[in-house]
């Protein structure tokens, strides 16, 4: 089974920064596109950033120009640098992975992996 630890929110000041960290472990063959999505009180989960298995990465307007997403292919471990974070950024972040798992040397098809969320908090 894959499962996805994330770690690294907390709370921050506004112009502050932090790094999220999600790592990937399990029974996987190859890890295809790696992600963060973000989710507020009452609004619904939104793509912040993704990679992919070639290291392109896309970013939500909101979050352009202020944080970087990368990848280290050598311990499937995906990270989020957020500077310069504003208030509305505040949110649940949670680590996305698009995995083939492996069971018994049989390679699966590709599926959604779903971290458990760690919270962001923007305040002064």
């Known amino acids: 089974q894959v499962q996805l630890v994330e770690s690294g929110g907390g709370l921050v000041q506004p112009g502050g920064s932090l790094r999220l960290t999600c790592a990937a472990s399990?029974?996987?063959?190859?890890?295809?596109?790696m992600a963060w999505y973000r989710q507020a009180p009452g609004k619904q989960r939104d793509l912040v950033a993704s990679?992919?298995?070639?290291?392109?990465?896309e970013y939500a307007d909101s979050v352009k120009g202020r944080f970087t997403i990368s990848r280290d292919r050598a311990t499937n471990t995906v990270y989020l640098k957020m500077n310069t974070l504003k208030p509305e950024d505040t949110a649940v972040y949670y680590c996305y992975v698009k995995a083939r798992p492996t069971k018994w040397e049989v390679v699966g098809e590709n599926r959604d992996y779903w971290g458990q969320g760690t919270q962001v908090t923007v305040s002064s």
């Open positions: 399990g029974s996987i063959h190859s890890i295809n596109t």
């Open positions: 990679i992919t298995s070639r290291s392109r990465a």
